[in-house]
């Protein structure tokens, strides 16, 4: 994501809008330096990478499994009325 992107879409992101505020919070309420602040984020993507992908591939399945439970309630209905 580039610098426009990301300033397009912060204030209409619930979780980028999280990120700040907690890199904000560490600084301003806890007494990191921004570097350290960016370094725990840094941390905290690296910890969080392999659940996040399990949910992104939750959250895909999940979709797909949607979508074919449509198309097989519109197959029902379309042979109830034959």
Aim: aromatic share 10%; proline share 1%; net charge negative.
């Amino acid at each position: 994501m580039n610098r426009n992107d990301f300033h397009n879409k912060l204030h209409s992101s619930k979780g980028m809008m999280f990120i700040v505020t907690g890199l904000t919070a560490l600084v301003e309420e806890e007494g990191y330096t921004p570097h350290e602040a960016l370094d725990i984020a840094k941390t905290a993507g690296q910890e969080c990478y392999f659940a996040l992908n399990e949910i992104h591939k939750e959250a895909k399945v999940g979709a797909i499994n949607e979508q074919l439970w449509f198309i097989f309630r519109l197959f029902l209905s379309g042979s109830k009325s034959n």
